[in-house]
């Protein structure tokens, strides 16, 4: 029993961390070259502010995280831009209709990915310089050392504010169980884990909804960290893995809607 009562009372308290991480900026990276991951994308809310990231992977949809819309806030995404201050709400700003994963509550019981539909297909051609990133269609093989990135427009440091300007920073592939240990075997299923361990570099708050990118290829989705600290090393940052969703992703990119 008093074990039981143990393994209750840190369950709960990993859901309270973890509910206080959302909406994650990068730590220690740079900003990102010019033209360089034109299928970014900044989640608005009704204000047309940026409030989490996400990745175009078709004309119609863009996937991100689906506690990005945990308020009912999000309203509009935007294309086409690295520089936030920079954006032609005529041509860039899309409205959107949400397709939330139907297993999805809170990102501690896992699901965290959500496809956007567009309003309108987003324009691929030379002149927009808008691209699609290509989904991983295998589970990670985790190498040693291997090295991936992830992007963003979020905090820079912990308790900051977002930023114009999309920032990218390379992050080691942690061992899902190491990674499990980690975080005290509480963590949700089909997760990756990379950056924010044994490294100072990592995701913060306004970076939710990116994508991890080993390969040239979206392998996961930028879910939650520890209760808001980007002051690394810490535990591992958490993304959803984004190979476990490929069915119910394809069957809404065939369809076209949800």
């Known amino acids: ?11 709960h308290v990993v859901i309270c961390l973890i509910q206080n991480a959302f909406g994650s900026e990068i730590i220690n990276g740079k900003i990102t070259k010019e033209k360089s991951m034109m299928y970014m994308a900044s989640m608005q809310n009704s204000s047309k502010e940026h409030i989490c990231g996400g990745f175009l992977v078709s004309e119609d949809f863009v996937v991100t995280a689906a506690h990005c819309d945990d308020t009912g806030n999000l309203s509009s995404v935007v294309l086409g831009t690295h520089n936030l201050k ?20 809170n990102a501690a019981s896992g699901y965290d990915i ?19 990133i290509q989904l991983s269609s295998h589970q990670i093989i985790l190498k040693k050392k291997k090295i991936c990135s992830v992007a963003g427009w979020g905090y820079t440091r ?46 913060c708050q306004g970076d939710s909804g990116g994508p991890l990118v080993c390969n040239g290829k979206a392998v ?7 209760n808001q600290k980007c002051d690394y090393p810490d535990v591992p940052n958490i993304y959803t893995d984004i190979s476990k969703y490929l069915p119910w992703i394809k069957d809404i990119l065939n369809k076209k809607h949800c």
């Open 1 to 11: 029993m008093m074990q039981y009562m143990h393994s209750f009372l840190l369950f």
């Open 86 to 105: 920079k954006v032609d709400s005529h041509t860039m700003r899309y409205n959107i209709k949400k397709c939330k994963h139907p297993s999805y509550v």
């Open 114 to 132: 959500m496809l956007l539909k567009l309003s309108r297909k987003a324009q691929l051609s030379k002149k927009t310089q808008i691209k699609t």
């Open 158 to 203: 912990t308790g900051g504010q977002t930023v114009d300007k999309l920032q990218v920073v390379d992050v080691p592939l942690i061992n899902l169980e190491k990674c499990q240990e980690a975080w005290n075997n509480i963590l949700p299923v089909n997760v990756v884990c990379a950056g924010g361990y044994g490294t100072n570099k990592g995701f």
């Open 220 to 226: 996961g989705v930028v879910s939650f960290n520890n």
